[in-house]
């Protein structure tokens, strides 16, 4: 089980002086539009335990997201390659909600959970109006959305977010040397 911290205990490790590196794994437009002021981003679909191992000396690895699903999953990858992983409950949305510093970006994003969402619901639209309109195999595209979302849900993987994550909006250039972060 992934060991977690809460927002306002890791600010409190940090003040102390203790080494913290926190990697942020949203992608770069949402890292762009709000992170917190020491973290590095290194977006989920991108993450390479074992360069991060060289950078961490053994220290215990911080990972932070939106809420803290991705973050989970991250978590759960870097524990798989040996690191020493802790998840921030609640991320971003609860680092801020705690008061405690960020970096806001000029530039307003639609998470990626909001774009999953979104493209499910439209997906599901148009097959349904093609099969009513058009023909009725058009509706096996509302059914294969619908059972992906149903995998989605069972195994805690999206193959729709990893693919939006990819899309030209969601990309921004942003340092994702994770270097940056304090120590």
């Known amino acids: 089980m992934t060991a977690t911290i809460i927002p306002a205990d890791l600010a409190q490790l940090r003040s102390s002086g203790k080494p913290v590196q926190l990697i942020d794994v949203r992608t770069p437009a949402e890292f762009a539009e ?54 921030v409950e609640g991320g971003t949305l609860a680092w801020e909600a705690a008061g405690l510093p960020v970096v806001r970006g000029t530039r307003k994003v639609i998470s990626l959970e909001r774009q999953v969402r979104i493209a499910a619901g439209f997906l599901v639209l148009v097959g349904a109006g093609l099969g009513m309109v058009v023909h009725p195999y058009f509706a096996g595209l509302s059914a294969f959305v ?31 040397n994770t270097a940056c972060c304090s120590r």
Not at 151 to 167: E, K
Request: include cysteine; proline fraction near 4%; charge should be positive.
């Open 34 to 87: 709000v992170h917190v002021d020491f973290a590095g981003n290194v977006p989920l679909d991108q993450i390479a335990p074992k360069a991060l191992a060289r950078e961490g000396n053994g220290e215990a690895l911080y990972v932070i997201c939106r809420s803290g699903n991705r973050g989970t999953q991250a978590c759960q990858k870097l524990e798989a390659a040996g690191l020493n992983v802790v998840n």
């Open 146 to 176: 619908g059972a992906g979302l149903m995998f989605s849900g069972i195994t805690d993987t999206c193959g729709m977010a990893m693919l939006l994550a990819r899309m030209p909006w969601n990309q921004v250039k942003v340092s994702t």
